[in-house]
Each structure stands twice: as structure tokens, then as C-alpha cells.
T-cell receptor, first 111, second 115 residues
């Protein structure tokens, strides 16, 4: 089983819909992150969390929200999806200053 | 602004030849440096990191990286490329002052190894 699991792996939806992407981990790491990947831009940080009570904005948090339901679970929501949020989304976990461990991503298309 | 640059969108090498994927960064202080690899339909996989010490760092799958402080570079190298090394490679930097573990990524370099 994967250490960092993202669901769904693929999602196609319409403009204006609310979408939730889920991430769970079995690595026991306190730190969790959400990124989006766009061709030619690398990965950009959306939100990150150091524990259940800690939520921090990344460089591109507008239009997104997150919830850290437990140490092992970190979900990303798009309250009202728009086409320029079409991207590949990754969840990652880490220990303090350690390498980050990534899930296999969610490919999200917004029509 | 803090940034990471990978100047080549694509690097092409023949199998068995040495490869280099370039990375330079603009971050104050002494950052932590990382290389990741991404295969199609997969997440990023950690290859190696530099924190301090020897400027040549060895990592997974025979890869190594050379840190050069004066040139603020962290180039990824491998003495003999394999076709299976073909993938997308990302350089990333964690600023030392952040204490957050946040990573700043380069835009990625596609490595194509031909038989």
C-alpha cells in the first residue's frame, strides 16, 4: 500500500462546482502539504499544515481551502471551481526539514 | 525573491553517456537542496539532498549532485545514463530561515535517454 494516498486520481467537473480532494498518509509525519503542478511552472504550494490545529497559506491559496481532520488526513477543497484551476494536484508529507514524500496526484479538469 | 532555475527544459543523452541536469538557486543563507524525479502518472520521488558537508552528495539509482556555493548551483549528475532514467526531474530548495520545510521548486527538466 502507498504511504501517501490521494483520492480521487482523476476528476472531471464543471465550473462552479464544489470539489474535495483527499489525502491520507501512513508515514506518521506531522507535516502535510498541498501543491499544484502546471506544465513549465513546476510545483507551487497551496497550503501546508504542521499538525491538526495548524493551517498555513502557501503562495497560491486563493480559491482553495483545506482541512486537517487528523494527523493522517489533509483535504483540499475548491469551493467554486473555475477552469484555471485545472491542474495536477499533489499531497506531500514530511518530518521537520526532511525530504517530502508525495502521493501519486489527482488530475483535475474543470470544464 | 527566492527562486530556483532549471535552465534546460529538456536534456537528451545517449545511453551509457554521462548526464548532467542543471539547477541554480537564489536564496539567502545556506538552504537545504533537493532533487526529485517524476515518472509518468506518478508523484515525485526523492533522489537526494544536501544540507551541509561534502559538496558531492550521492543518492538513489546511482545519481549524485554537486553543490557549488559560489555559483549557487546544485547540478544533478550520473556517470552512465540508462534508458529507464528518462523522466522529469525537479530541483527544490528549502530556505533555512523558514523552519517550515517549505520547498521552492524549479520548473523541471525532462531527461530523455536514447538507446
Amino acid at each position: 500500500d502507498a504511504d501517501v494516498t490521494q483520492t480521487p486520481r482523476n476528476r472531471i467537473t464543471k465550473t462552479g462546482k464544489r470539489i474535495m480532494l483527499e489525502c491520507s498518509q501512513t508515514k506518521g509525519h506531522d507535516r502535510m502539504y498541498w501543491y499544484r503542478q502546471d506544465p513549465g511552472l513546476g510545483l507551487r504550494l497551496i497550503y501546508y499544515s504542521f499538525d491538526v490545529k495548524d493551517i498555513n497559506k502557501g503562495e497560491i491559496s486563493d480559491g482553495y481551502s483545506v482541512s486537517r481532520q487528523a494527523q493522517a488526513k489533509f483535504s483540499l477543497s475548491l469551493e467554486s471551481a473555475i477552469p484555471n484551476q485545472t491542474a495536477l494536484y499533489f499531497c506531500a508529507t514530511s518530518e521537520r526539514q526532511g525530504p517530502q514524500h508525495f502521493g501519486d496526484g489527482t488530475r483535475l479538469s474543470i470544464l | 525573491a527566492q527562486s530556483v532555475a532549471q535552465p534546460e527544459d529538456q536534456v537528451n543523452v545517449a545511453e551509457g553517456n554521462p548526464l548532467t541536469v542543471k539547477c541554480t538557486y537564489s536564496v539567502s543563507g545556506n538552504p537545504y537542496l533537493f532533487w526529485y524525479v517524476q515518472y509518468p502518472n506518478r508523484g515525485l520521488q526523492f533522489l537526494l539532498k544536501y544540507i551541509t558537508g561534502d559538496n558531492l552528495v550521492k543518492g538513489s539509482y546511482g545519481f549524485e549532485a554537486e553543490f557549488n556555493k559560489s555559483q549557487t548551483s546544485f547540478h544533478l549528475k550520473k556517470p552512465s545514463a540508462l534508458v529507464s532514467d528518462s523522466a522529469l526531474y525537479f530541483c527544490a530548495v528549502s530556505p533555512p530561515t523558514s523552519n517550515t520545510g517549505k520547498l521552492i521548486f524549479g520548473q523541471g527538466t525532462t531527461l530523455q535517454v536514447k538507446p
